[in-house]
């Protein structure tokens, strides 16, 4: 069975920081991607990162470049977002999500097969 399970959410002030976990499993995890996105009512979904997890090569949005980075200890089969000076429109419910890997590039959100069940971020003014 796959899994894709976010933790590692919670409420904090702005300029604060918070580190996101996705633990992974049923999957061949050094052949996927694994993405970071996320949600606020109302609004789409939006992509924020990805790692290449045989690789370890990461890629960004505009929208969090220089403040999140993305890592993966293949051996726990496990990426993390290590997100700084958090913004209150960070505020959302982060996703993680795994692609299957293809190329060196982030793929399109609708390639990511499997999904993780959201954990919620709130950053506070």
């Known amino acids: 069975e796959v899994q894709l399970q976010a933790s590692g959410g919670g409420v904090v002030q702005a300029g604060g920081s918070l580190r996101l976990s996705c633990a992974t499993s049923?999957?061949?995890?050094?052949?996927?991607?694994i993405g970071w996105f996320r949600q606020v009512p109302g609004k789409e979904r939006e992509g924020l990162s990805c790692i290449i997890t045989s690789f370890g090569t990461t890629h960004y949005a505009d929208s969090v470049k220089g403040r999140f980075t993305m890592s993966s200890d293949n051996a726990k089969n496990t990426v993390y977002l290590q997100m700084n000076s958090l913004k209150p429109e960070d505020t959302a419910v982060y996703y993680c999500?795994?692609?299957?890997?293809?190329?060196?590039?982030?793929?399109?959100?609708?390639?990511?097969?499997?999904w993780g069940q959201g954990t919620k971020v709130t950053v506070s003014s």
């Open positions: 049923g999957f061949s995890f050094d052949d996927y991607y």
């Open positions: 999500a795994a692609a299957e890997y293809s190329n060196d590039v982030c793929p399109p959100d609708y390639e990511y097969i499997y």
